[in-house]
Structures are given as C-alpha cells and as structure tokens.
C-alpha cells in the first residue's frame, strides 16, 4: 500500500540517487517515485510541475500536499530513518533548515556535480 507519493526531478543526479536510496530500504512499497519529467506524471494534473521543479512534493494515503523538507523527512520515517531528518523538523531549527533547503534546491544541480560529478542527467540515465 503506497502511503507517500514522492514527485521530484529526475535530470538531477543527486535527487535520482536519493529517490534510489529511499527505494532500496523501502522493503514494504510504502513510497511511490514520480519523475516529474517522465510519461508516469501526467497522472498527477493536481501537481503543478513548475512548482514541483522548485520545491519536492509528495502526496500522502490521505492525498494531503507535503513540500520540501516535510518529504524528505516522512519518506525517510516509513523506511525507518526518520531519527536522521527528525532535528530538521524540531521547532528551532526548522525555519533555518528549511531556508537552506530551498536554497539548495534552487542550486541543486551545482551541489549535484560537486557531489556526483554530474550537473544534470540526460534522458534516462539517471533512472534508478
């Protein structure tokens, strides 16, 4: 039963490493991916993809809207590692996490490259 529908952008080499990360300790199929660039996001017309190009969408079973950092760390939760994002969400820090966030995600394909040696993927071969 898919509990969280995770949108994000599969030309960026560090979002599709995630998505693979998340896919790989998702033993129950909790979290469904969608590439926003892919034929599989047309069944999603709820989901602005402008938006979901700047900042990571989810629906959740209850077809509520998570984004950004609320993603990161539900998705996480189901497949057991919530304990990493959770500091994120506390109170103190989430302004300031978040902030950065969508800084990040404003740059994500510099901190791909930095990160993966790749800035952007070419059809498909980021795919998990």
Not at 39 to 49: E, L, M, N, T
Not at 76 to 101: C, E, H, M, N, S
Request: hydrophobic share 40%.
């Amino acid at each position: 039963m898919t509990k969280l529908t995770v949108f994000y952008d599969g030309t960026c080499p560090l979002c599709s490493k995630e998505m693979a990360a998340l896919a790989a300790r998702d033993k129950q199929h909790f979290i469904q991916t969608v590439d926003i660039y892919s034929d599989a996001f047309s069944a999603y017309p709820q989901i602005d993809a402008n938006a979901a190009n700047t900042v990571l969408h989810a629906l959740d079973d209850k077809g509520r809207l998570l984004l950004g950092l609320d993603v990161t760390y539900r998705a996480w939760q189901l497949v057991g590692r919530g304990w990493l994002y959770a500091p994120l969400r506390w109170p103190l820090i989430k302004p300031l996490a978040d902030r950065f966030y969508l800084y990040f995600a404003r740059n994500r394909y510099r901190f791909s490259y930095w990160l993966t040696g790749k800035s952007r993927c070419d059809s498909g071969t980021c795919s998990r």
